[in-house]
């Protein structure tokens, strides 16, 4: 039962962004997702010490997905790719310990690389510190 209760948490929306016909003649959805997911699932592509795997983490997925049949459009909804495809994007967000980390990562043929980083001070309240690399 806890199985279940955590898969249902995964998902706390769906927006079809965009709806494009690609040169296949395939019909394209844009989708972007939020919802919170173990750390561990997220791993892929950073490598990065502020990261702890076993804190869950916020994640905003923008993603495309394509069929060749009209009657696969209601199918498209996954929420999350099972495996993304090149130009995918994902912001993950971590808070602990008075921080708030987040990567931009964009898919490619080698894999998530992360693009951005950032860190965000949330728990003294008397000043904020950011870096980005």
Request: with cysteine; hydrophobic share 30%.
């Amino acid at each position: 039962m806890k199985n279940i209760s955590v898969a249902m948490a995964l998902v706390s929306a769906v927006v079809f962004s965009q709806t494009t016909l690609a040169s296949d003649n395939r019909l394209c959805l844009t989708n972007d997702t939020e919802f919170v997911a173990s750390g561990y699932s997220v791993q892929d592509g950073i490598d990065d010490p502020n990261f702890d795997p076993s804190i869950e983490v916020q994640v905003t997925y923008s993603g495309k997905v394509c069929t060749s049949s009209q009657k696969e459009v209601s199918t498209l909804s996954v929420p999350v790719p099972n495996t993304p495809i090149e130009g995918d994007k994902r912001t993950i967000v971590q808070t602990r310990g008075g921080w708030v980390y987040t990567w931009e990562q964009l898919y490619t043929s080698s894999g998530w690389q992360t693009i951005l980083f950032s860190q965000r001070e949330i728990g003294s309240g008397n000043g904020k510190h950011e870096a980005q690399r």
